[in-house]
T-cell receptor, first 116, second 115 residues
Framework: AQSVTQLGSHVSVSEGALVLLRCNYS??????LFWYVQYPNQGLQLLLK??????LVKGINGFEAEFKKSETSFHLTKPSAHMSDAAEYFC??????????????FGQGTILTVHP | DTAVSQTPKYLVTQMGNDKSIKCEQN?????MYWYKQDSKKFLKIMFS???????INETVPNRFSPKSPDKAHLNLHINSLELGDSAVYFC??????????????FGPGTRLTVL
């Protein structure tokens, strides 16, 4: 079984400040981990993913995330927030192959607000 | 050149009616999905089809019936609509082989309102 917990349903930062969105996962098999962004009234867009190999992964729009197996975490960061980053962010986990057939289990989402 | 498209974008209907939502992807992916996003924005998978074969069927009322006429299409038919079916339904697709394993592309969503 898999699950994802996103700590903090709302995060507020000032423009130019560090963005940190927290994600912890639970998986009985090696996980694939994803971050998606959802802008209002739109579908989800993939920001980045971790499969195997390098634990620090870079994504679009300057975001990156680090896979820490010992902490079962996959936190999303961005050094300097832009107003355009305001959106809802979802962390998701998938089993690496096997019988999961691509099933993504999502966290409850974190709304990011960026203040001028 | 939309990757994953859904129709309609909005659907308002009365309780008890039957409705369908259509989804098409032009990415050549082998797997398609339906997700439900409730009013609290929680996303949960409903169904998944791989090469037209149903492979994931979560605990969904049998009033919901997916149909995949080919790899590029996955439609969702809902019978006897209930108030609790009101939500945003997202279609997605991905490839389950290769380096882009399970990078899911989402459609714009269909907002279903049951009155």
């Amino acid at each position: 079984a898999q699950s994802v917990t996103q700590l903090g349903s709302h995060v507020s930062v000032s423009e130019g400040a560090l963005v940190l969105l927290r994600c912890n996962y639970s998986s009985s098999v090696p996980p694939y981990l994803f971050w998606y962004v959802q802008y209002p009234n739109q579908g989800l867009q993939l920001l980045l993913k971790y499969t195997t190999g390098a634990t620090l992964v870079k994504g679009i729009n300057g975001f990156e995330a680090e896979f820490k197996k010992s902490e079962t975490s996959f936190h999303l960061t961005k050094p300097s927030a832009h107003m355009s980053d305001a959106a809802e962010y979802f962390c998701a986990v998938s089993a690496a192959g096997g019988t999961s057939y691509g099933k993504l289990t999502f966290g409850q989402g974190t709304i990011l607000t960026v203040h001028p | 050149d939309t990757a994953v498209s859904q129709t309609p974008k909005y659907l308002v209907t009365q309780m008890g009616n039957d409705k369908s939502i259509k989804c098409e992807q032009n990415l050549g992916h082998d797997t398609m999905y339906w997700y439900k996003q409730d009013s609290k924005k929680f996303l949960k998978i409903m169904f998944s089809y791989n090469n037209k074969e149903l492979i994931i069927n979560e605990t969904v009322p049998n009033r919901f019936s997916p149909k995949s006429p080919d790899k590029a299409h996955l439609n969702l038919h809902i019978n006897s609509l209930e108030l609790g079916d009101s939500a945003v339904y997202f279609c997605a697709s991905s490839q389950l082989v290769g380096p882009a394993y399970n990078e899911q592309f989402f459609g714009p969503g269909t907002r279903l309102t049951v009155l």
